[in-house]
């Protein structure tokens, strides 16, 4: 069983920044690939980045160059930094983990980038 818990979520300006965490428990954190997903109000979830267990990174388009991943594998935490927000940003984010087909969510916590 794998337990996933998003904090760093609020409310921020156009152009700043926020960074989310994300803490792991009940499995073996370092041996798998660990994402972000968010999902804005009447829209789907989508894959923002992807972190694997060798370190490689992968973003959406829309987030290149603004968004890094990371994950520190001794703390079991992995980590995004939003720089240059936009009002698009906006959306819960959710940090998440899978064993082959079984897919394992966080509750989710709140970005609001607004003036």
């Known amino acids: 069983q794998v337990r996933l818990v998003e904090s760093g979520g609020g409310l921020v300006q156009p152009g700043g920044s926020l960074r989310l965490s994300c803490v792991a428990s009940g499995g073996i954190f370092s041996a798998y690939a660990m994402r972000w997903y968010r999902q804005a109000p009447g829209k789907q979830r989508d894959l923002v980045a992807t972190v694997t267990s060798g370190g490689s990174t992968n973003y959406a388009d829309s987030v290149k160059g603004r968004f890094t991943i990371s994950r520190d594998n001794a703390k079991n935490m992995v980590y995004l930094q939003m720089n240059s927000l936009k009002p698009e940003d906006t959306a819960v984010y959710y940090c998440?983990?899978?064993?082959?087909?079984?897919?394992?969510w966080g509750q989710g916590t709140q970005v609001t980038v607004s003036s």
């Open positions: 998440n983990t899978n064993r082959g087909s079984l897919y394992y």
